[in-house]
């Protein structure tokens, strides 16, 4: 149900009415300085300023919304208009400069583990400030200072802040309502969209991270929610390239659901990007144990079995997603890889054929086409597969050309030979040059004055 503030205390469990009444009672007996810590969202701190307001309405309250970082909060209070009138000042927002200042670690090689674990390598700004300022605080305003505080933001000011946080009068806890939290988490999982995840900020992410954060570990989380809640703190780590942030949340998230098959599935995906390919192999057989019909977790599955150079395993792999999909034109293309790694150039000429035929636009496929037809020593052929890469994109060709120079060569073509490995030496003269010098291809033309001034630096 949706709570109206002139309910909110009275719709709450027991315990958190009687952590109202705690703070209630210090709000009305603080006189002159006072420091006050409240955990709660952004709604709930509303809902808690305007309680307050009707529960103590002898007092002078007055809020201080913090909509953009600030460095020196002193001077920001000490500018308020009749600020001598105030008693209470409840401040919202200050945890919007710890979103850009956790941010900026990045930049300085901060890895993930400091940036999401409150390391101590730094303090930002705003925090020194209130550190170093406290007695003039304390000095020059008779006013409770109460900050609502998201619960990052409260362990980053125990942290960063300490001296500042010392002279706390209390620290209380108001946690989402059952409806709040639904509502928010269920708005955090309709919002979920990798590809948006992708193009957020820095900043953005981090904002997007931090929510998440407190979603999972409030009190009355479901663990069904927290489960999928973690996935999507995973995928976030894993758009920003923090793999191994990404694994531990898929770890907690299949600990509690273990036939979460998208758990399984997405920390393959970041195990596959740090390289660490039997552990990738593993969460993807757990996906296909759970969902058998999961062809993306076969096709990852054999890409993680290639790179390990098991390829009769990765083509096993290929050949189920076919099975699955047979317009699926990477699984065509990395199975004639696979099968042109054990030399069985005819199939894998057919694997070829069956990806362009899907896709005639890529100029790898024509490439290793070309390459299969030339270790069968069919040299026309390759040549004829050369000229269909180069026709798409003469720009990246450079090792076509060499090839194509390789099948003149061989042919004892002079001319075309000589024509053919002057473009790919022109495209990268270093690389090129280097394995003409050695290349067996080519004993036939080496001692030709042209051949021999291409080589030479």
Same mark, same amino acid.
């Given at each position: 149900?949706?709570?109206?503030?002139?309910?909110?205390?009275?719709?709450?469990?027991?315990?958190?009415?009687?952590?109202?009444?705690?703070?209630?009672?210090?709000?009305?007996?603080?006189?002159?300085?006072?420091?006050?810590?409240?955990?709660?969202?952004?709604?709930?701190?509303? $809902?808690?300023?305007? $309680?307050?307001?009707?529960?103590?309405?002898?007092?002078?309250?007055?809020?201080?919304?913090?909509?953009?970082?600030?460095?020196?909060?002193?001077?920001?209070?000490?500018?308020?208009?009749?600020?001598?009138?105030?008693?209470?000042?409840?401040?919202?927002?200050?945890?919007?400069?710890?979103?850009?200042?956790?941010?900026?670690?990045?930049?300085?090689?901060?890895?993930?583990?400091? #940036?999401?674990? *409150?390391?101590?390598?730094?303090?930002?700004?705003?925090?020194?400030?209130?550190?170093?300022?406290?007695?003039?605080? =304390?000095?020059?305003?008779?006013?409770?200072?109460?900050?609502?505080?998201?619960?990052?933001?409260?362990?980053?000011?125990?942290? =960063?802040?300490?001296?500042?946080? +010392?002279?706390?009068?209390?620290?209380?806890?108001?946690? /989402?309502?059952?409806?709040?939290?639904?509502?928010?988490?269920?708005?955090?999982?309709?919002?979920?969209?990798?590809?948006?995840?992708?193009?957020?900020?820095?900043?953005? =992410?981090? =904002? @997007?991270?931090?929510? /998440?954060?407190?979603?999972?570990? &409030?009190?009355?989380?479901?663990?069904?929610?927290?489960?999928?809640?973690?996935?999507?703190?995973?995928?976030?780590?894993?758009?920003?390239?923090?793999?191994?942030?990404?694994?531990?949340?898929?770890?907690?998230?299949?600990? #509690? @659901?273990? +036939?979460?098959?998208?758990?399984?599935?997405?920390?393959?995906?970041?195990?596959?990007?740090?390289?660490?390919?039997?552990?990738?192999?593993?969460?993807?057989?757990?996906?296909? #144990?759970?969902?058998?019909?999961?062809?993306?977790?076969?096709?990852?599955?054999?890409?993680?079995?290639?790179?390990?150079?098991?390829?009769?395993?990765?083509?096993?792999?290929? +050949?189920?997603?076919?099975?699955?999909?047979?317009? +699926?034109?990477?699984?065509?293309?990395?199975?004639?890889?696979?099968?042109?790694?054990?030399?069985? *150039?005819?199939?894998?000429?057919?694997? *070829?054929?069956?990806?362009? @035929?899907?896709?005639?636009?890529?100029?790898?496929?024509?490439?290793?086409?070309?390459?299969?037809?030339?270790?069968?020593?069919?040299? &026309?052929?390759?040549?004829?597969?050369?000229? $269909?890469?180069?026709?798409? $994109?003469?720009?990246?060709?450079?090792?076509?050309?060499? *090839?194509?120079?390789?099948?003149?060569?061989?042919?004892?073509? /002079?001319?075309?030979?000589?024509?053919?490995?002057?473009?790919?030496?022109?495209?990268?003269?270093?690389?090129?040059?280097?394995?003409?010098?050695?290349?067996?291809?080519?004993?036939?033309?080496?001692?030709?004055?042209?051949?021999?001034?291409?080589?030479?630096?």
């Amino acid at each position: 149900m949706n709570l109206e503030l002139t309910d909110w205390d009275r719709d709450l469990p027991l315990e958190i009415d009687e952590e109202y009444q705690a703070f209630i009672r210090i709000i009305k007996l603080t006189e002159g300085f006072g420091l006050l810590f409240v955990r709660c969202s952004p709604a709930g701190g509303e $809902k808690l300023i305007a $309680k307050v307001k009707e529960d103590v309405p002898y007092k002078n309250i007055a809020v201080l919304r913090l909509e953009r970082p600030v460095n020196n909060l002193y001077e920001l209070i000490n500018n308020l208009e009749n600020k001598e009138q105030i008693n209470i000042l409840f401040i919202t927002g200050l945890e919007h400069y710890f979103y850009e200042y956790e941010e900026c670690k990045r930049f300085a090689d901060w890895n993930s583990k400091d #940036i999401y674990s *409150y390391s101590w390598k730094g303090v930002p700004p705003v925090l020194i400030n209130l550190n170093q300022q406290r007695e003039r605080f =304390r000095d020059n305003f008779n006013i409770c200072f109460v900050f609502l505080l998201p619960q990052f933001a409260i362990k980053y000011f125990i942290q =960063r802040a300490p001296d500042f946080f +010392d002279w706390r009068s209390g620290v209380f806890e108001f946690p /989402i309502d059952l409806e709040t939290l639904k509502q928010e988490s269920s708005r955090i999982l309709l919002e979920a969209d990798y590809e948006k995840y992708l193009a957020l900020t820095p900043e953005e =992410r981090t =904002r @997007k991270i931090l929510e /998440i954060q407190e979603l999972i570990v &409030e009190d009355h989380q479901t663990r069904s929610r927290k489960a999928v809640l973690l996935v999507e703190l995973g995928n976030l780590h894993l758009a920003a390239q923090d793999y191994e942030e990404a694994i531990a949340s898929y770890n907690e998230a299949v600990k #509690i @659901k273990p +036939d979460y098959h998208e758990a399984w599935y997405n920390q393959g995906d970041a195990l596959f990007n740090l390289r660490r390919y039997e552990e990738a192999i593993a969460s993807y057989d757990k996906v296909i #144990i759970l969902n058998p019909d999961h062809y993306w977790a076969w096709y990852k599955k054999g890409e993680a079995l290639r790179k390990l150079g098991r390829y009769e395993e990765a083509i096993r792999n290929y +050949d189920k997603v076919i099975v699955f999909n047979p317009s +699926d034109y990477w699984a065509w293309y990395h199975r004639g890889l696979s099968l042109s790694e054990l030399g069985r *150039y005819e199939e894998a000429i057919v694997s *070829y054929d069956q990806a362009l @035929k899907i896709n005639d636009k890529e100029i790898e496929v024509w490439g290793h086409r070309g390459k299969a037809f030339y270790y069968l020593g069919d040299y &026309e052929k390759a040549i004829a597969s050369y000229d $269909k890469a180069i026709a798409i $994109k003469p720009e990246c060709c450079a090792g076509i050309y060499y *090839y194509k120079s390789c099948c003149f060569a061989l042919q004892n073509l /002079i001319e075309l030979a000589i024509e053919n490995l002057q473009s790919a030496i022109n495209m990268n003269p270093e690389k090129y040059r280097k394995i003409a010098k050695t290349n067996s291809d080519f004993d036939s033309i080496r001692g030709d004055e042209r051949f021999q001034a291409l080589i030479q630096e």
